[in-house]
Nanobody, 120 residues
């Protein structure tokens, strides 16, 4: 399975961006799709994930500003980011957890990352 993320870029404080991530390849089922980010010198952290069935989770720092959504038919996950702040600057990675082969174990797959830069 491959994950292709897109949509990053340079935006001013208060601006908006939409990240997209498409899953392709051998996929039997995907349970969780999410977004993580890693700022320079910091550890990768969860931004938001969609566990299916209407269950979503958000980092406290993005609650009320970011929205994750998922299109299971298209095997895509999106992250709408509003009211962006300089501290949101990071490389954003999409992640999928699922069963990519049947039979097969649950596995985690990462996309290549897309850079979001928020200028002050």
């Amino acid at each position: 399975v491959q994950l292709q993320a897109s949509g990053g870029g340079l935006v001013q404080t208060g601006g908006s961006l939409r990240l997209s991530c498409a899953a392709s390849g051998s996929i039997f089922s995907i349970n969780v799709m999410g977004w993580y980010r890693q700022a320079p010198g910091k550890q990768r952290e969860l931004v938001a994930n969609d566990m299916g069935g209407g269950t979503t989770n958000y980092a406290d720092s993005v609650k009320g500003r970011f929205t994750i959504s998922r299109d299971n038919a298209k095997k895509m996950v999106y992250l709408d980011m509003n009211n962006l702040k300089p501290e949101d600057t990071a490389v954003y990675y999409c992640n999928a957890i699922g069963r990519f082969m049947n039979p097969g174990p649950m596995q985690s797959q990462w996309g290549q990352g897309t850079l979001v830069t928020v200028s002050s």
